[in-house]
């Protein structure tokens, strides 16, 4: 059973960086993809970006283009979310999320999310 454990959430000012981590384990060979998604108060949950496990490859929501940025160790089996320009809309809790062989679609496995707060 794959787990998944994000860290480097906090308390941010607006315009500031802030970088995410997601810690695997258990299993991280099944996975193909990984991906943050973040959930608003009051909102629901929505998609940030995606990265695939072996090749690398990232894909963005159009929301968060250019601001956010979605790499991984291989060595260290941790995905990272780089935020930039951090903006009071960007407050959610922050979740990462990984996928299995051989699905093409959705995710299996979820991280218990941590907090964004940015402050105007």
């Known amino acids: 059973q794959v787990q998944l454990v994000e860290s480097g959430g906090g308390l941010v000012q607006t315009g500031g960086s802030l970088n995410l981590s997601c810690t695997t384990s258990?299993?991280?060979?099944?996975?193909?993809?990984m991906a943050w998604h973040r959930q608003a108060p009051g909102k629901e949950r929505e998609f940030v970006g995606q990265?695939?496990?072996?090749?690398?490859?990232?894909f963005y929501a159009d929301s968060v283009k250019g601001r956010f940025t979605i790499s991984r160790d291989s060595s260290k089996n941790t995905v990272n979310l780089l935020i930039n320009s951090l903006k009071p809309d960007d407050t959610a809790v922050y979740y990462c999320?990984?996928?299995?062989?051989?699905?093409?679609?959705?995710?299996?496995?979820w991280g218990q999310g941590t907090q964004v707060t940015v402050s105007s």
């Open positions: 999320a990984a996928r299995r062989w051989p699905k093409s679609s959705g995710y299996d496995y």
């Open positions: 990265i695939g496990w072996t090749g690398g490859s990232t």
């Open positions: 258990h299993g991280t060979f099944s996975i193909n993809a």
